[in-house]
């Protein structure tokens, strides 16, 4: 069975104070990682794809890294506009029909002023 | 209006009512999605709708009714829920079924079961 672990579940920061997000994930054979942010009241919203070990994505001040056992959001001089929950989920290989996205608990991330 | 929109947004109903939850997508897309999410848990996925079929029902009790009349317009039927469905419950829609590139949720609806 296909699982996500988020680490840690919160994280608190000053402004300008940068970081990384961990997400490690157990996939009979990885189709694609994804990242999404949510905010409070909001559905979560997509930020990354990432396909294969070693390929990076950029997005302002995120940057999503990929190994084979685990992904890395990490946040650099964040802003208190990065305050939400990030979210990290993992589809499995299509090996016929629908294949599940699998979604880990995320990190909540506080940025203070 | 674009993205996905669900109503109503926030939900409280008595063990023996009967709700529906609305969920339309403007993005030309071909694939709904019913997600729940409840606190300290990863999303659920509940439905999946491809083309208006039902492809996915992922072991849902069947006091959830779910409902897709076109490609654009997803329902999910409440009936004599329990406490425990609390939650907040998230529809989705993405460009191709079974190879999801990325979904588009909604803003959900926060249902609450007394």
């Known amino acids: 069975e296909d699982q996500v672990t988020q680490s840690p579940e919160a994280l608190r920061l000053q402004e300008g104070e940068s970081s990384s997000l961990n997400c490690s994930y157990t996939?009979?054979?990885?189709?694609?990682l994804f990242w999404y942010r949510q905010d409070p009241g909001k559905g979560p919203e997509f930020l990354f794809t990432?396909?294969?070990a070693g390929e990076e994505k950029e997005k302002e001040r995120l940057k999503a890294t990929l190994t084979k056992k685990e992904s890395f959001l990490h946040i650099t001089a964040p802003k208190p506009e990065d305050s939400a929950t990030y979210l990290c989920?993992?589809?499995?290989?299509?090996?016929?029909?629908?294949?599940?996205?699998?979604f880990g608990i995320g990190t909540k991330l506080q940025v203070i002023p | 209006e674009t993205g996905v929109t669900q109503t109503p947004r926030h939900l409280v109903m008595g063990m023996t009512n009967k709700k529906s939850l609305k969920c339309e997508q403007h993005?030309?897309?071909?694939?709904m999605y019913w997600y729940k999410q409840s606190a300290k848990k990863p999303l659920e996925l509940m439905f999946v709708?491809?083309?208006?079929?039902?492809?996915e029902n992922n072991s849902v009790p069947s006091r959830f009714s779910p409902e897709c009349p076109n490609s654009s317009h997803l329902f999910l039927h409440l009936h004599t829920l329990q406490p425990e469905d609390s939650a907040l419950y998230l529809c989705?829609?993405?460009?191709?079924?079974?190879?999801?590139?990325?979904?588009?949720f909604g803003s959900g609806t926060q249902l609450s079961v007394l």
């Open positions: 996939v009979s054979g990885l189709r694609g």
């Open positions: 993005l030309g897309h071909n694939a």
């Open positions: 989920a993992v589809q499995a290989a299509d090996s016929g029909g629908y294949q599940k996205v699998t």
């Open positions: 989705a829609s993405s460009t191709v079924y079974s190879d999801v590139e990325k979904l588009f």
């Open positions: 990432l396909y294969s």
């Open positions: 709708y491809n083309f208006k079929e039902q492809t």
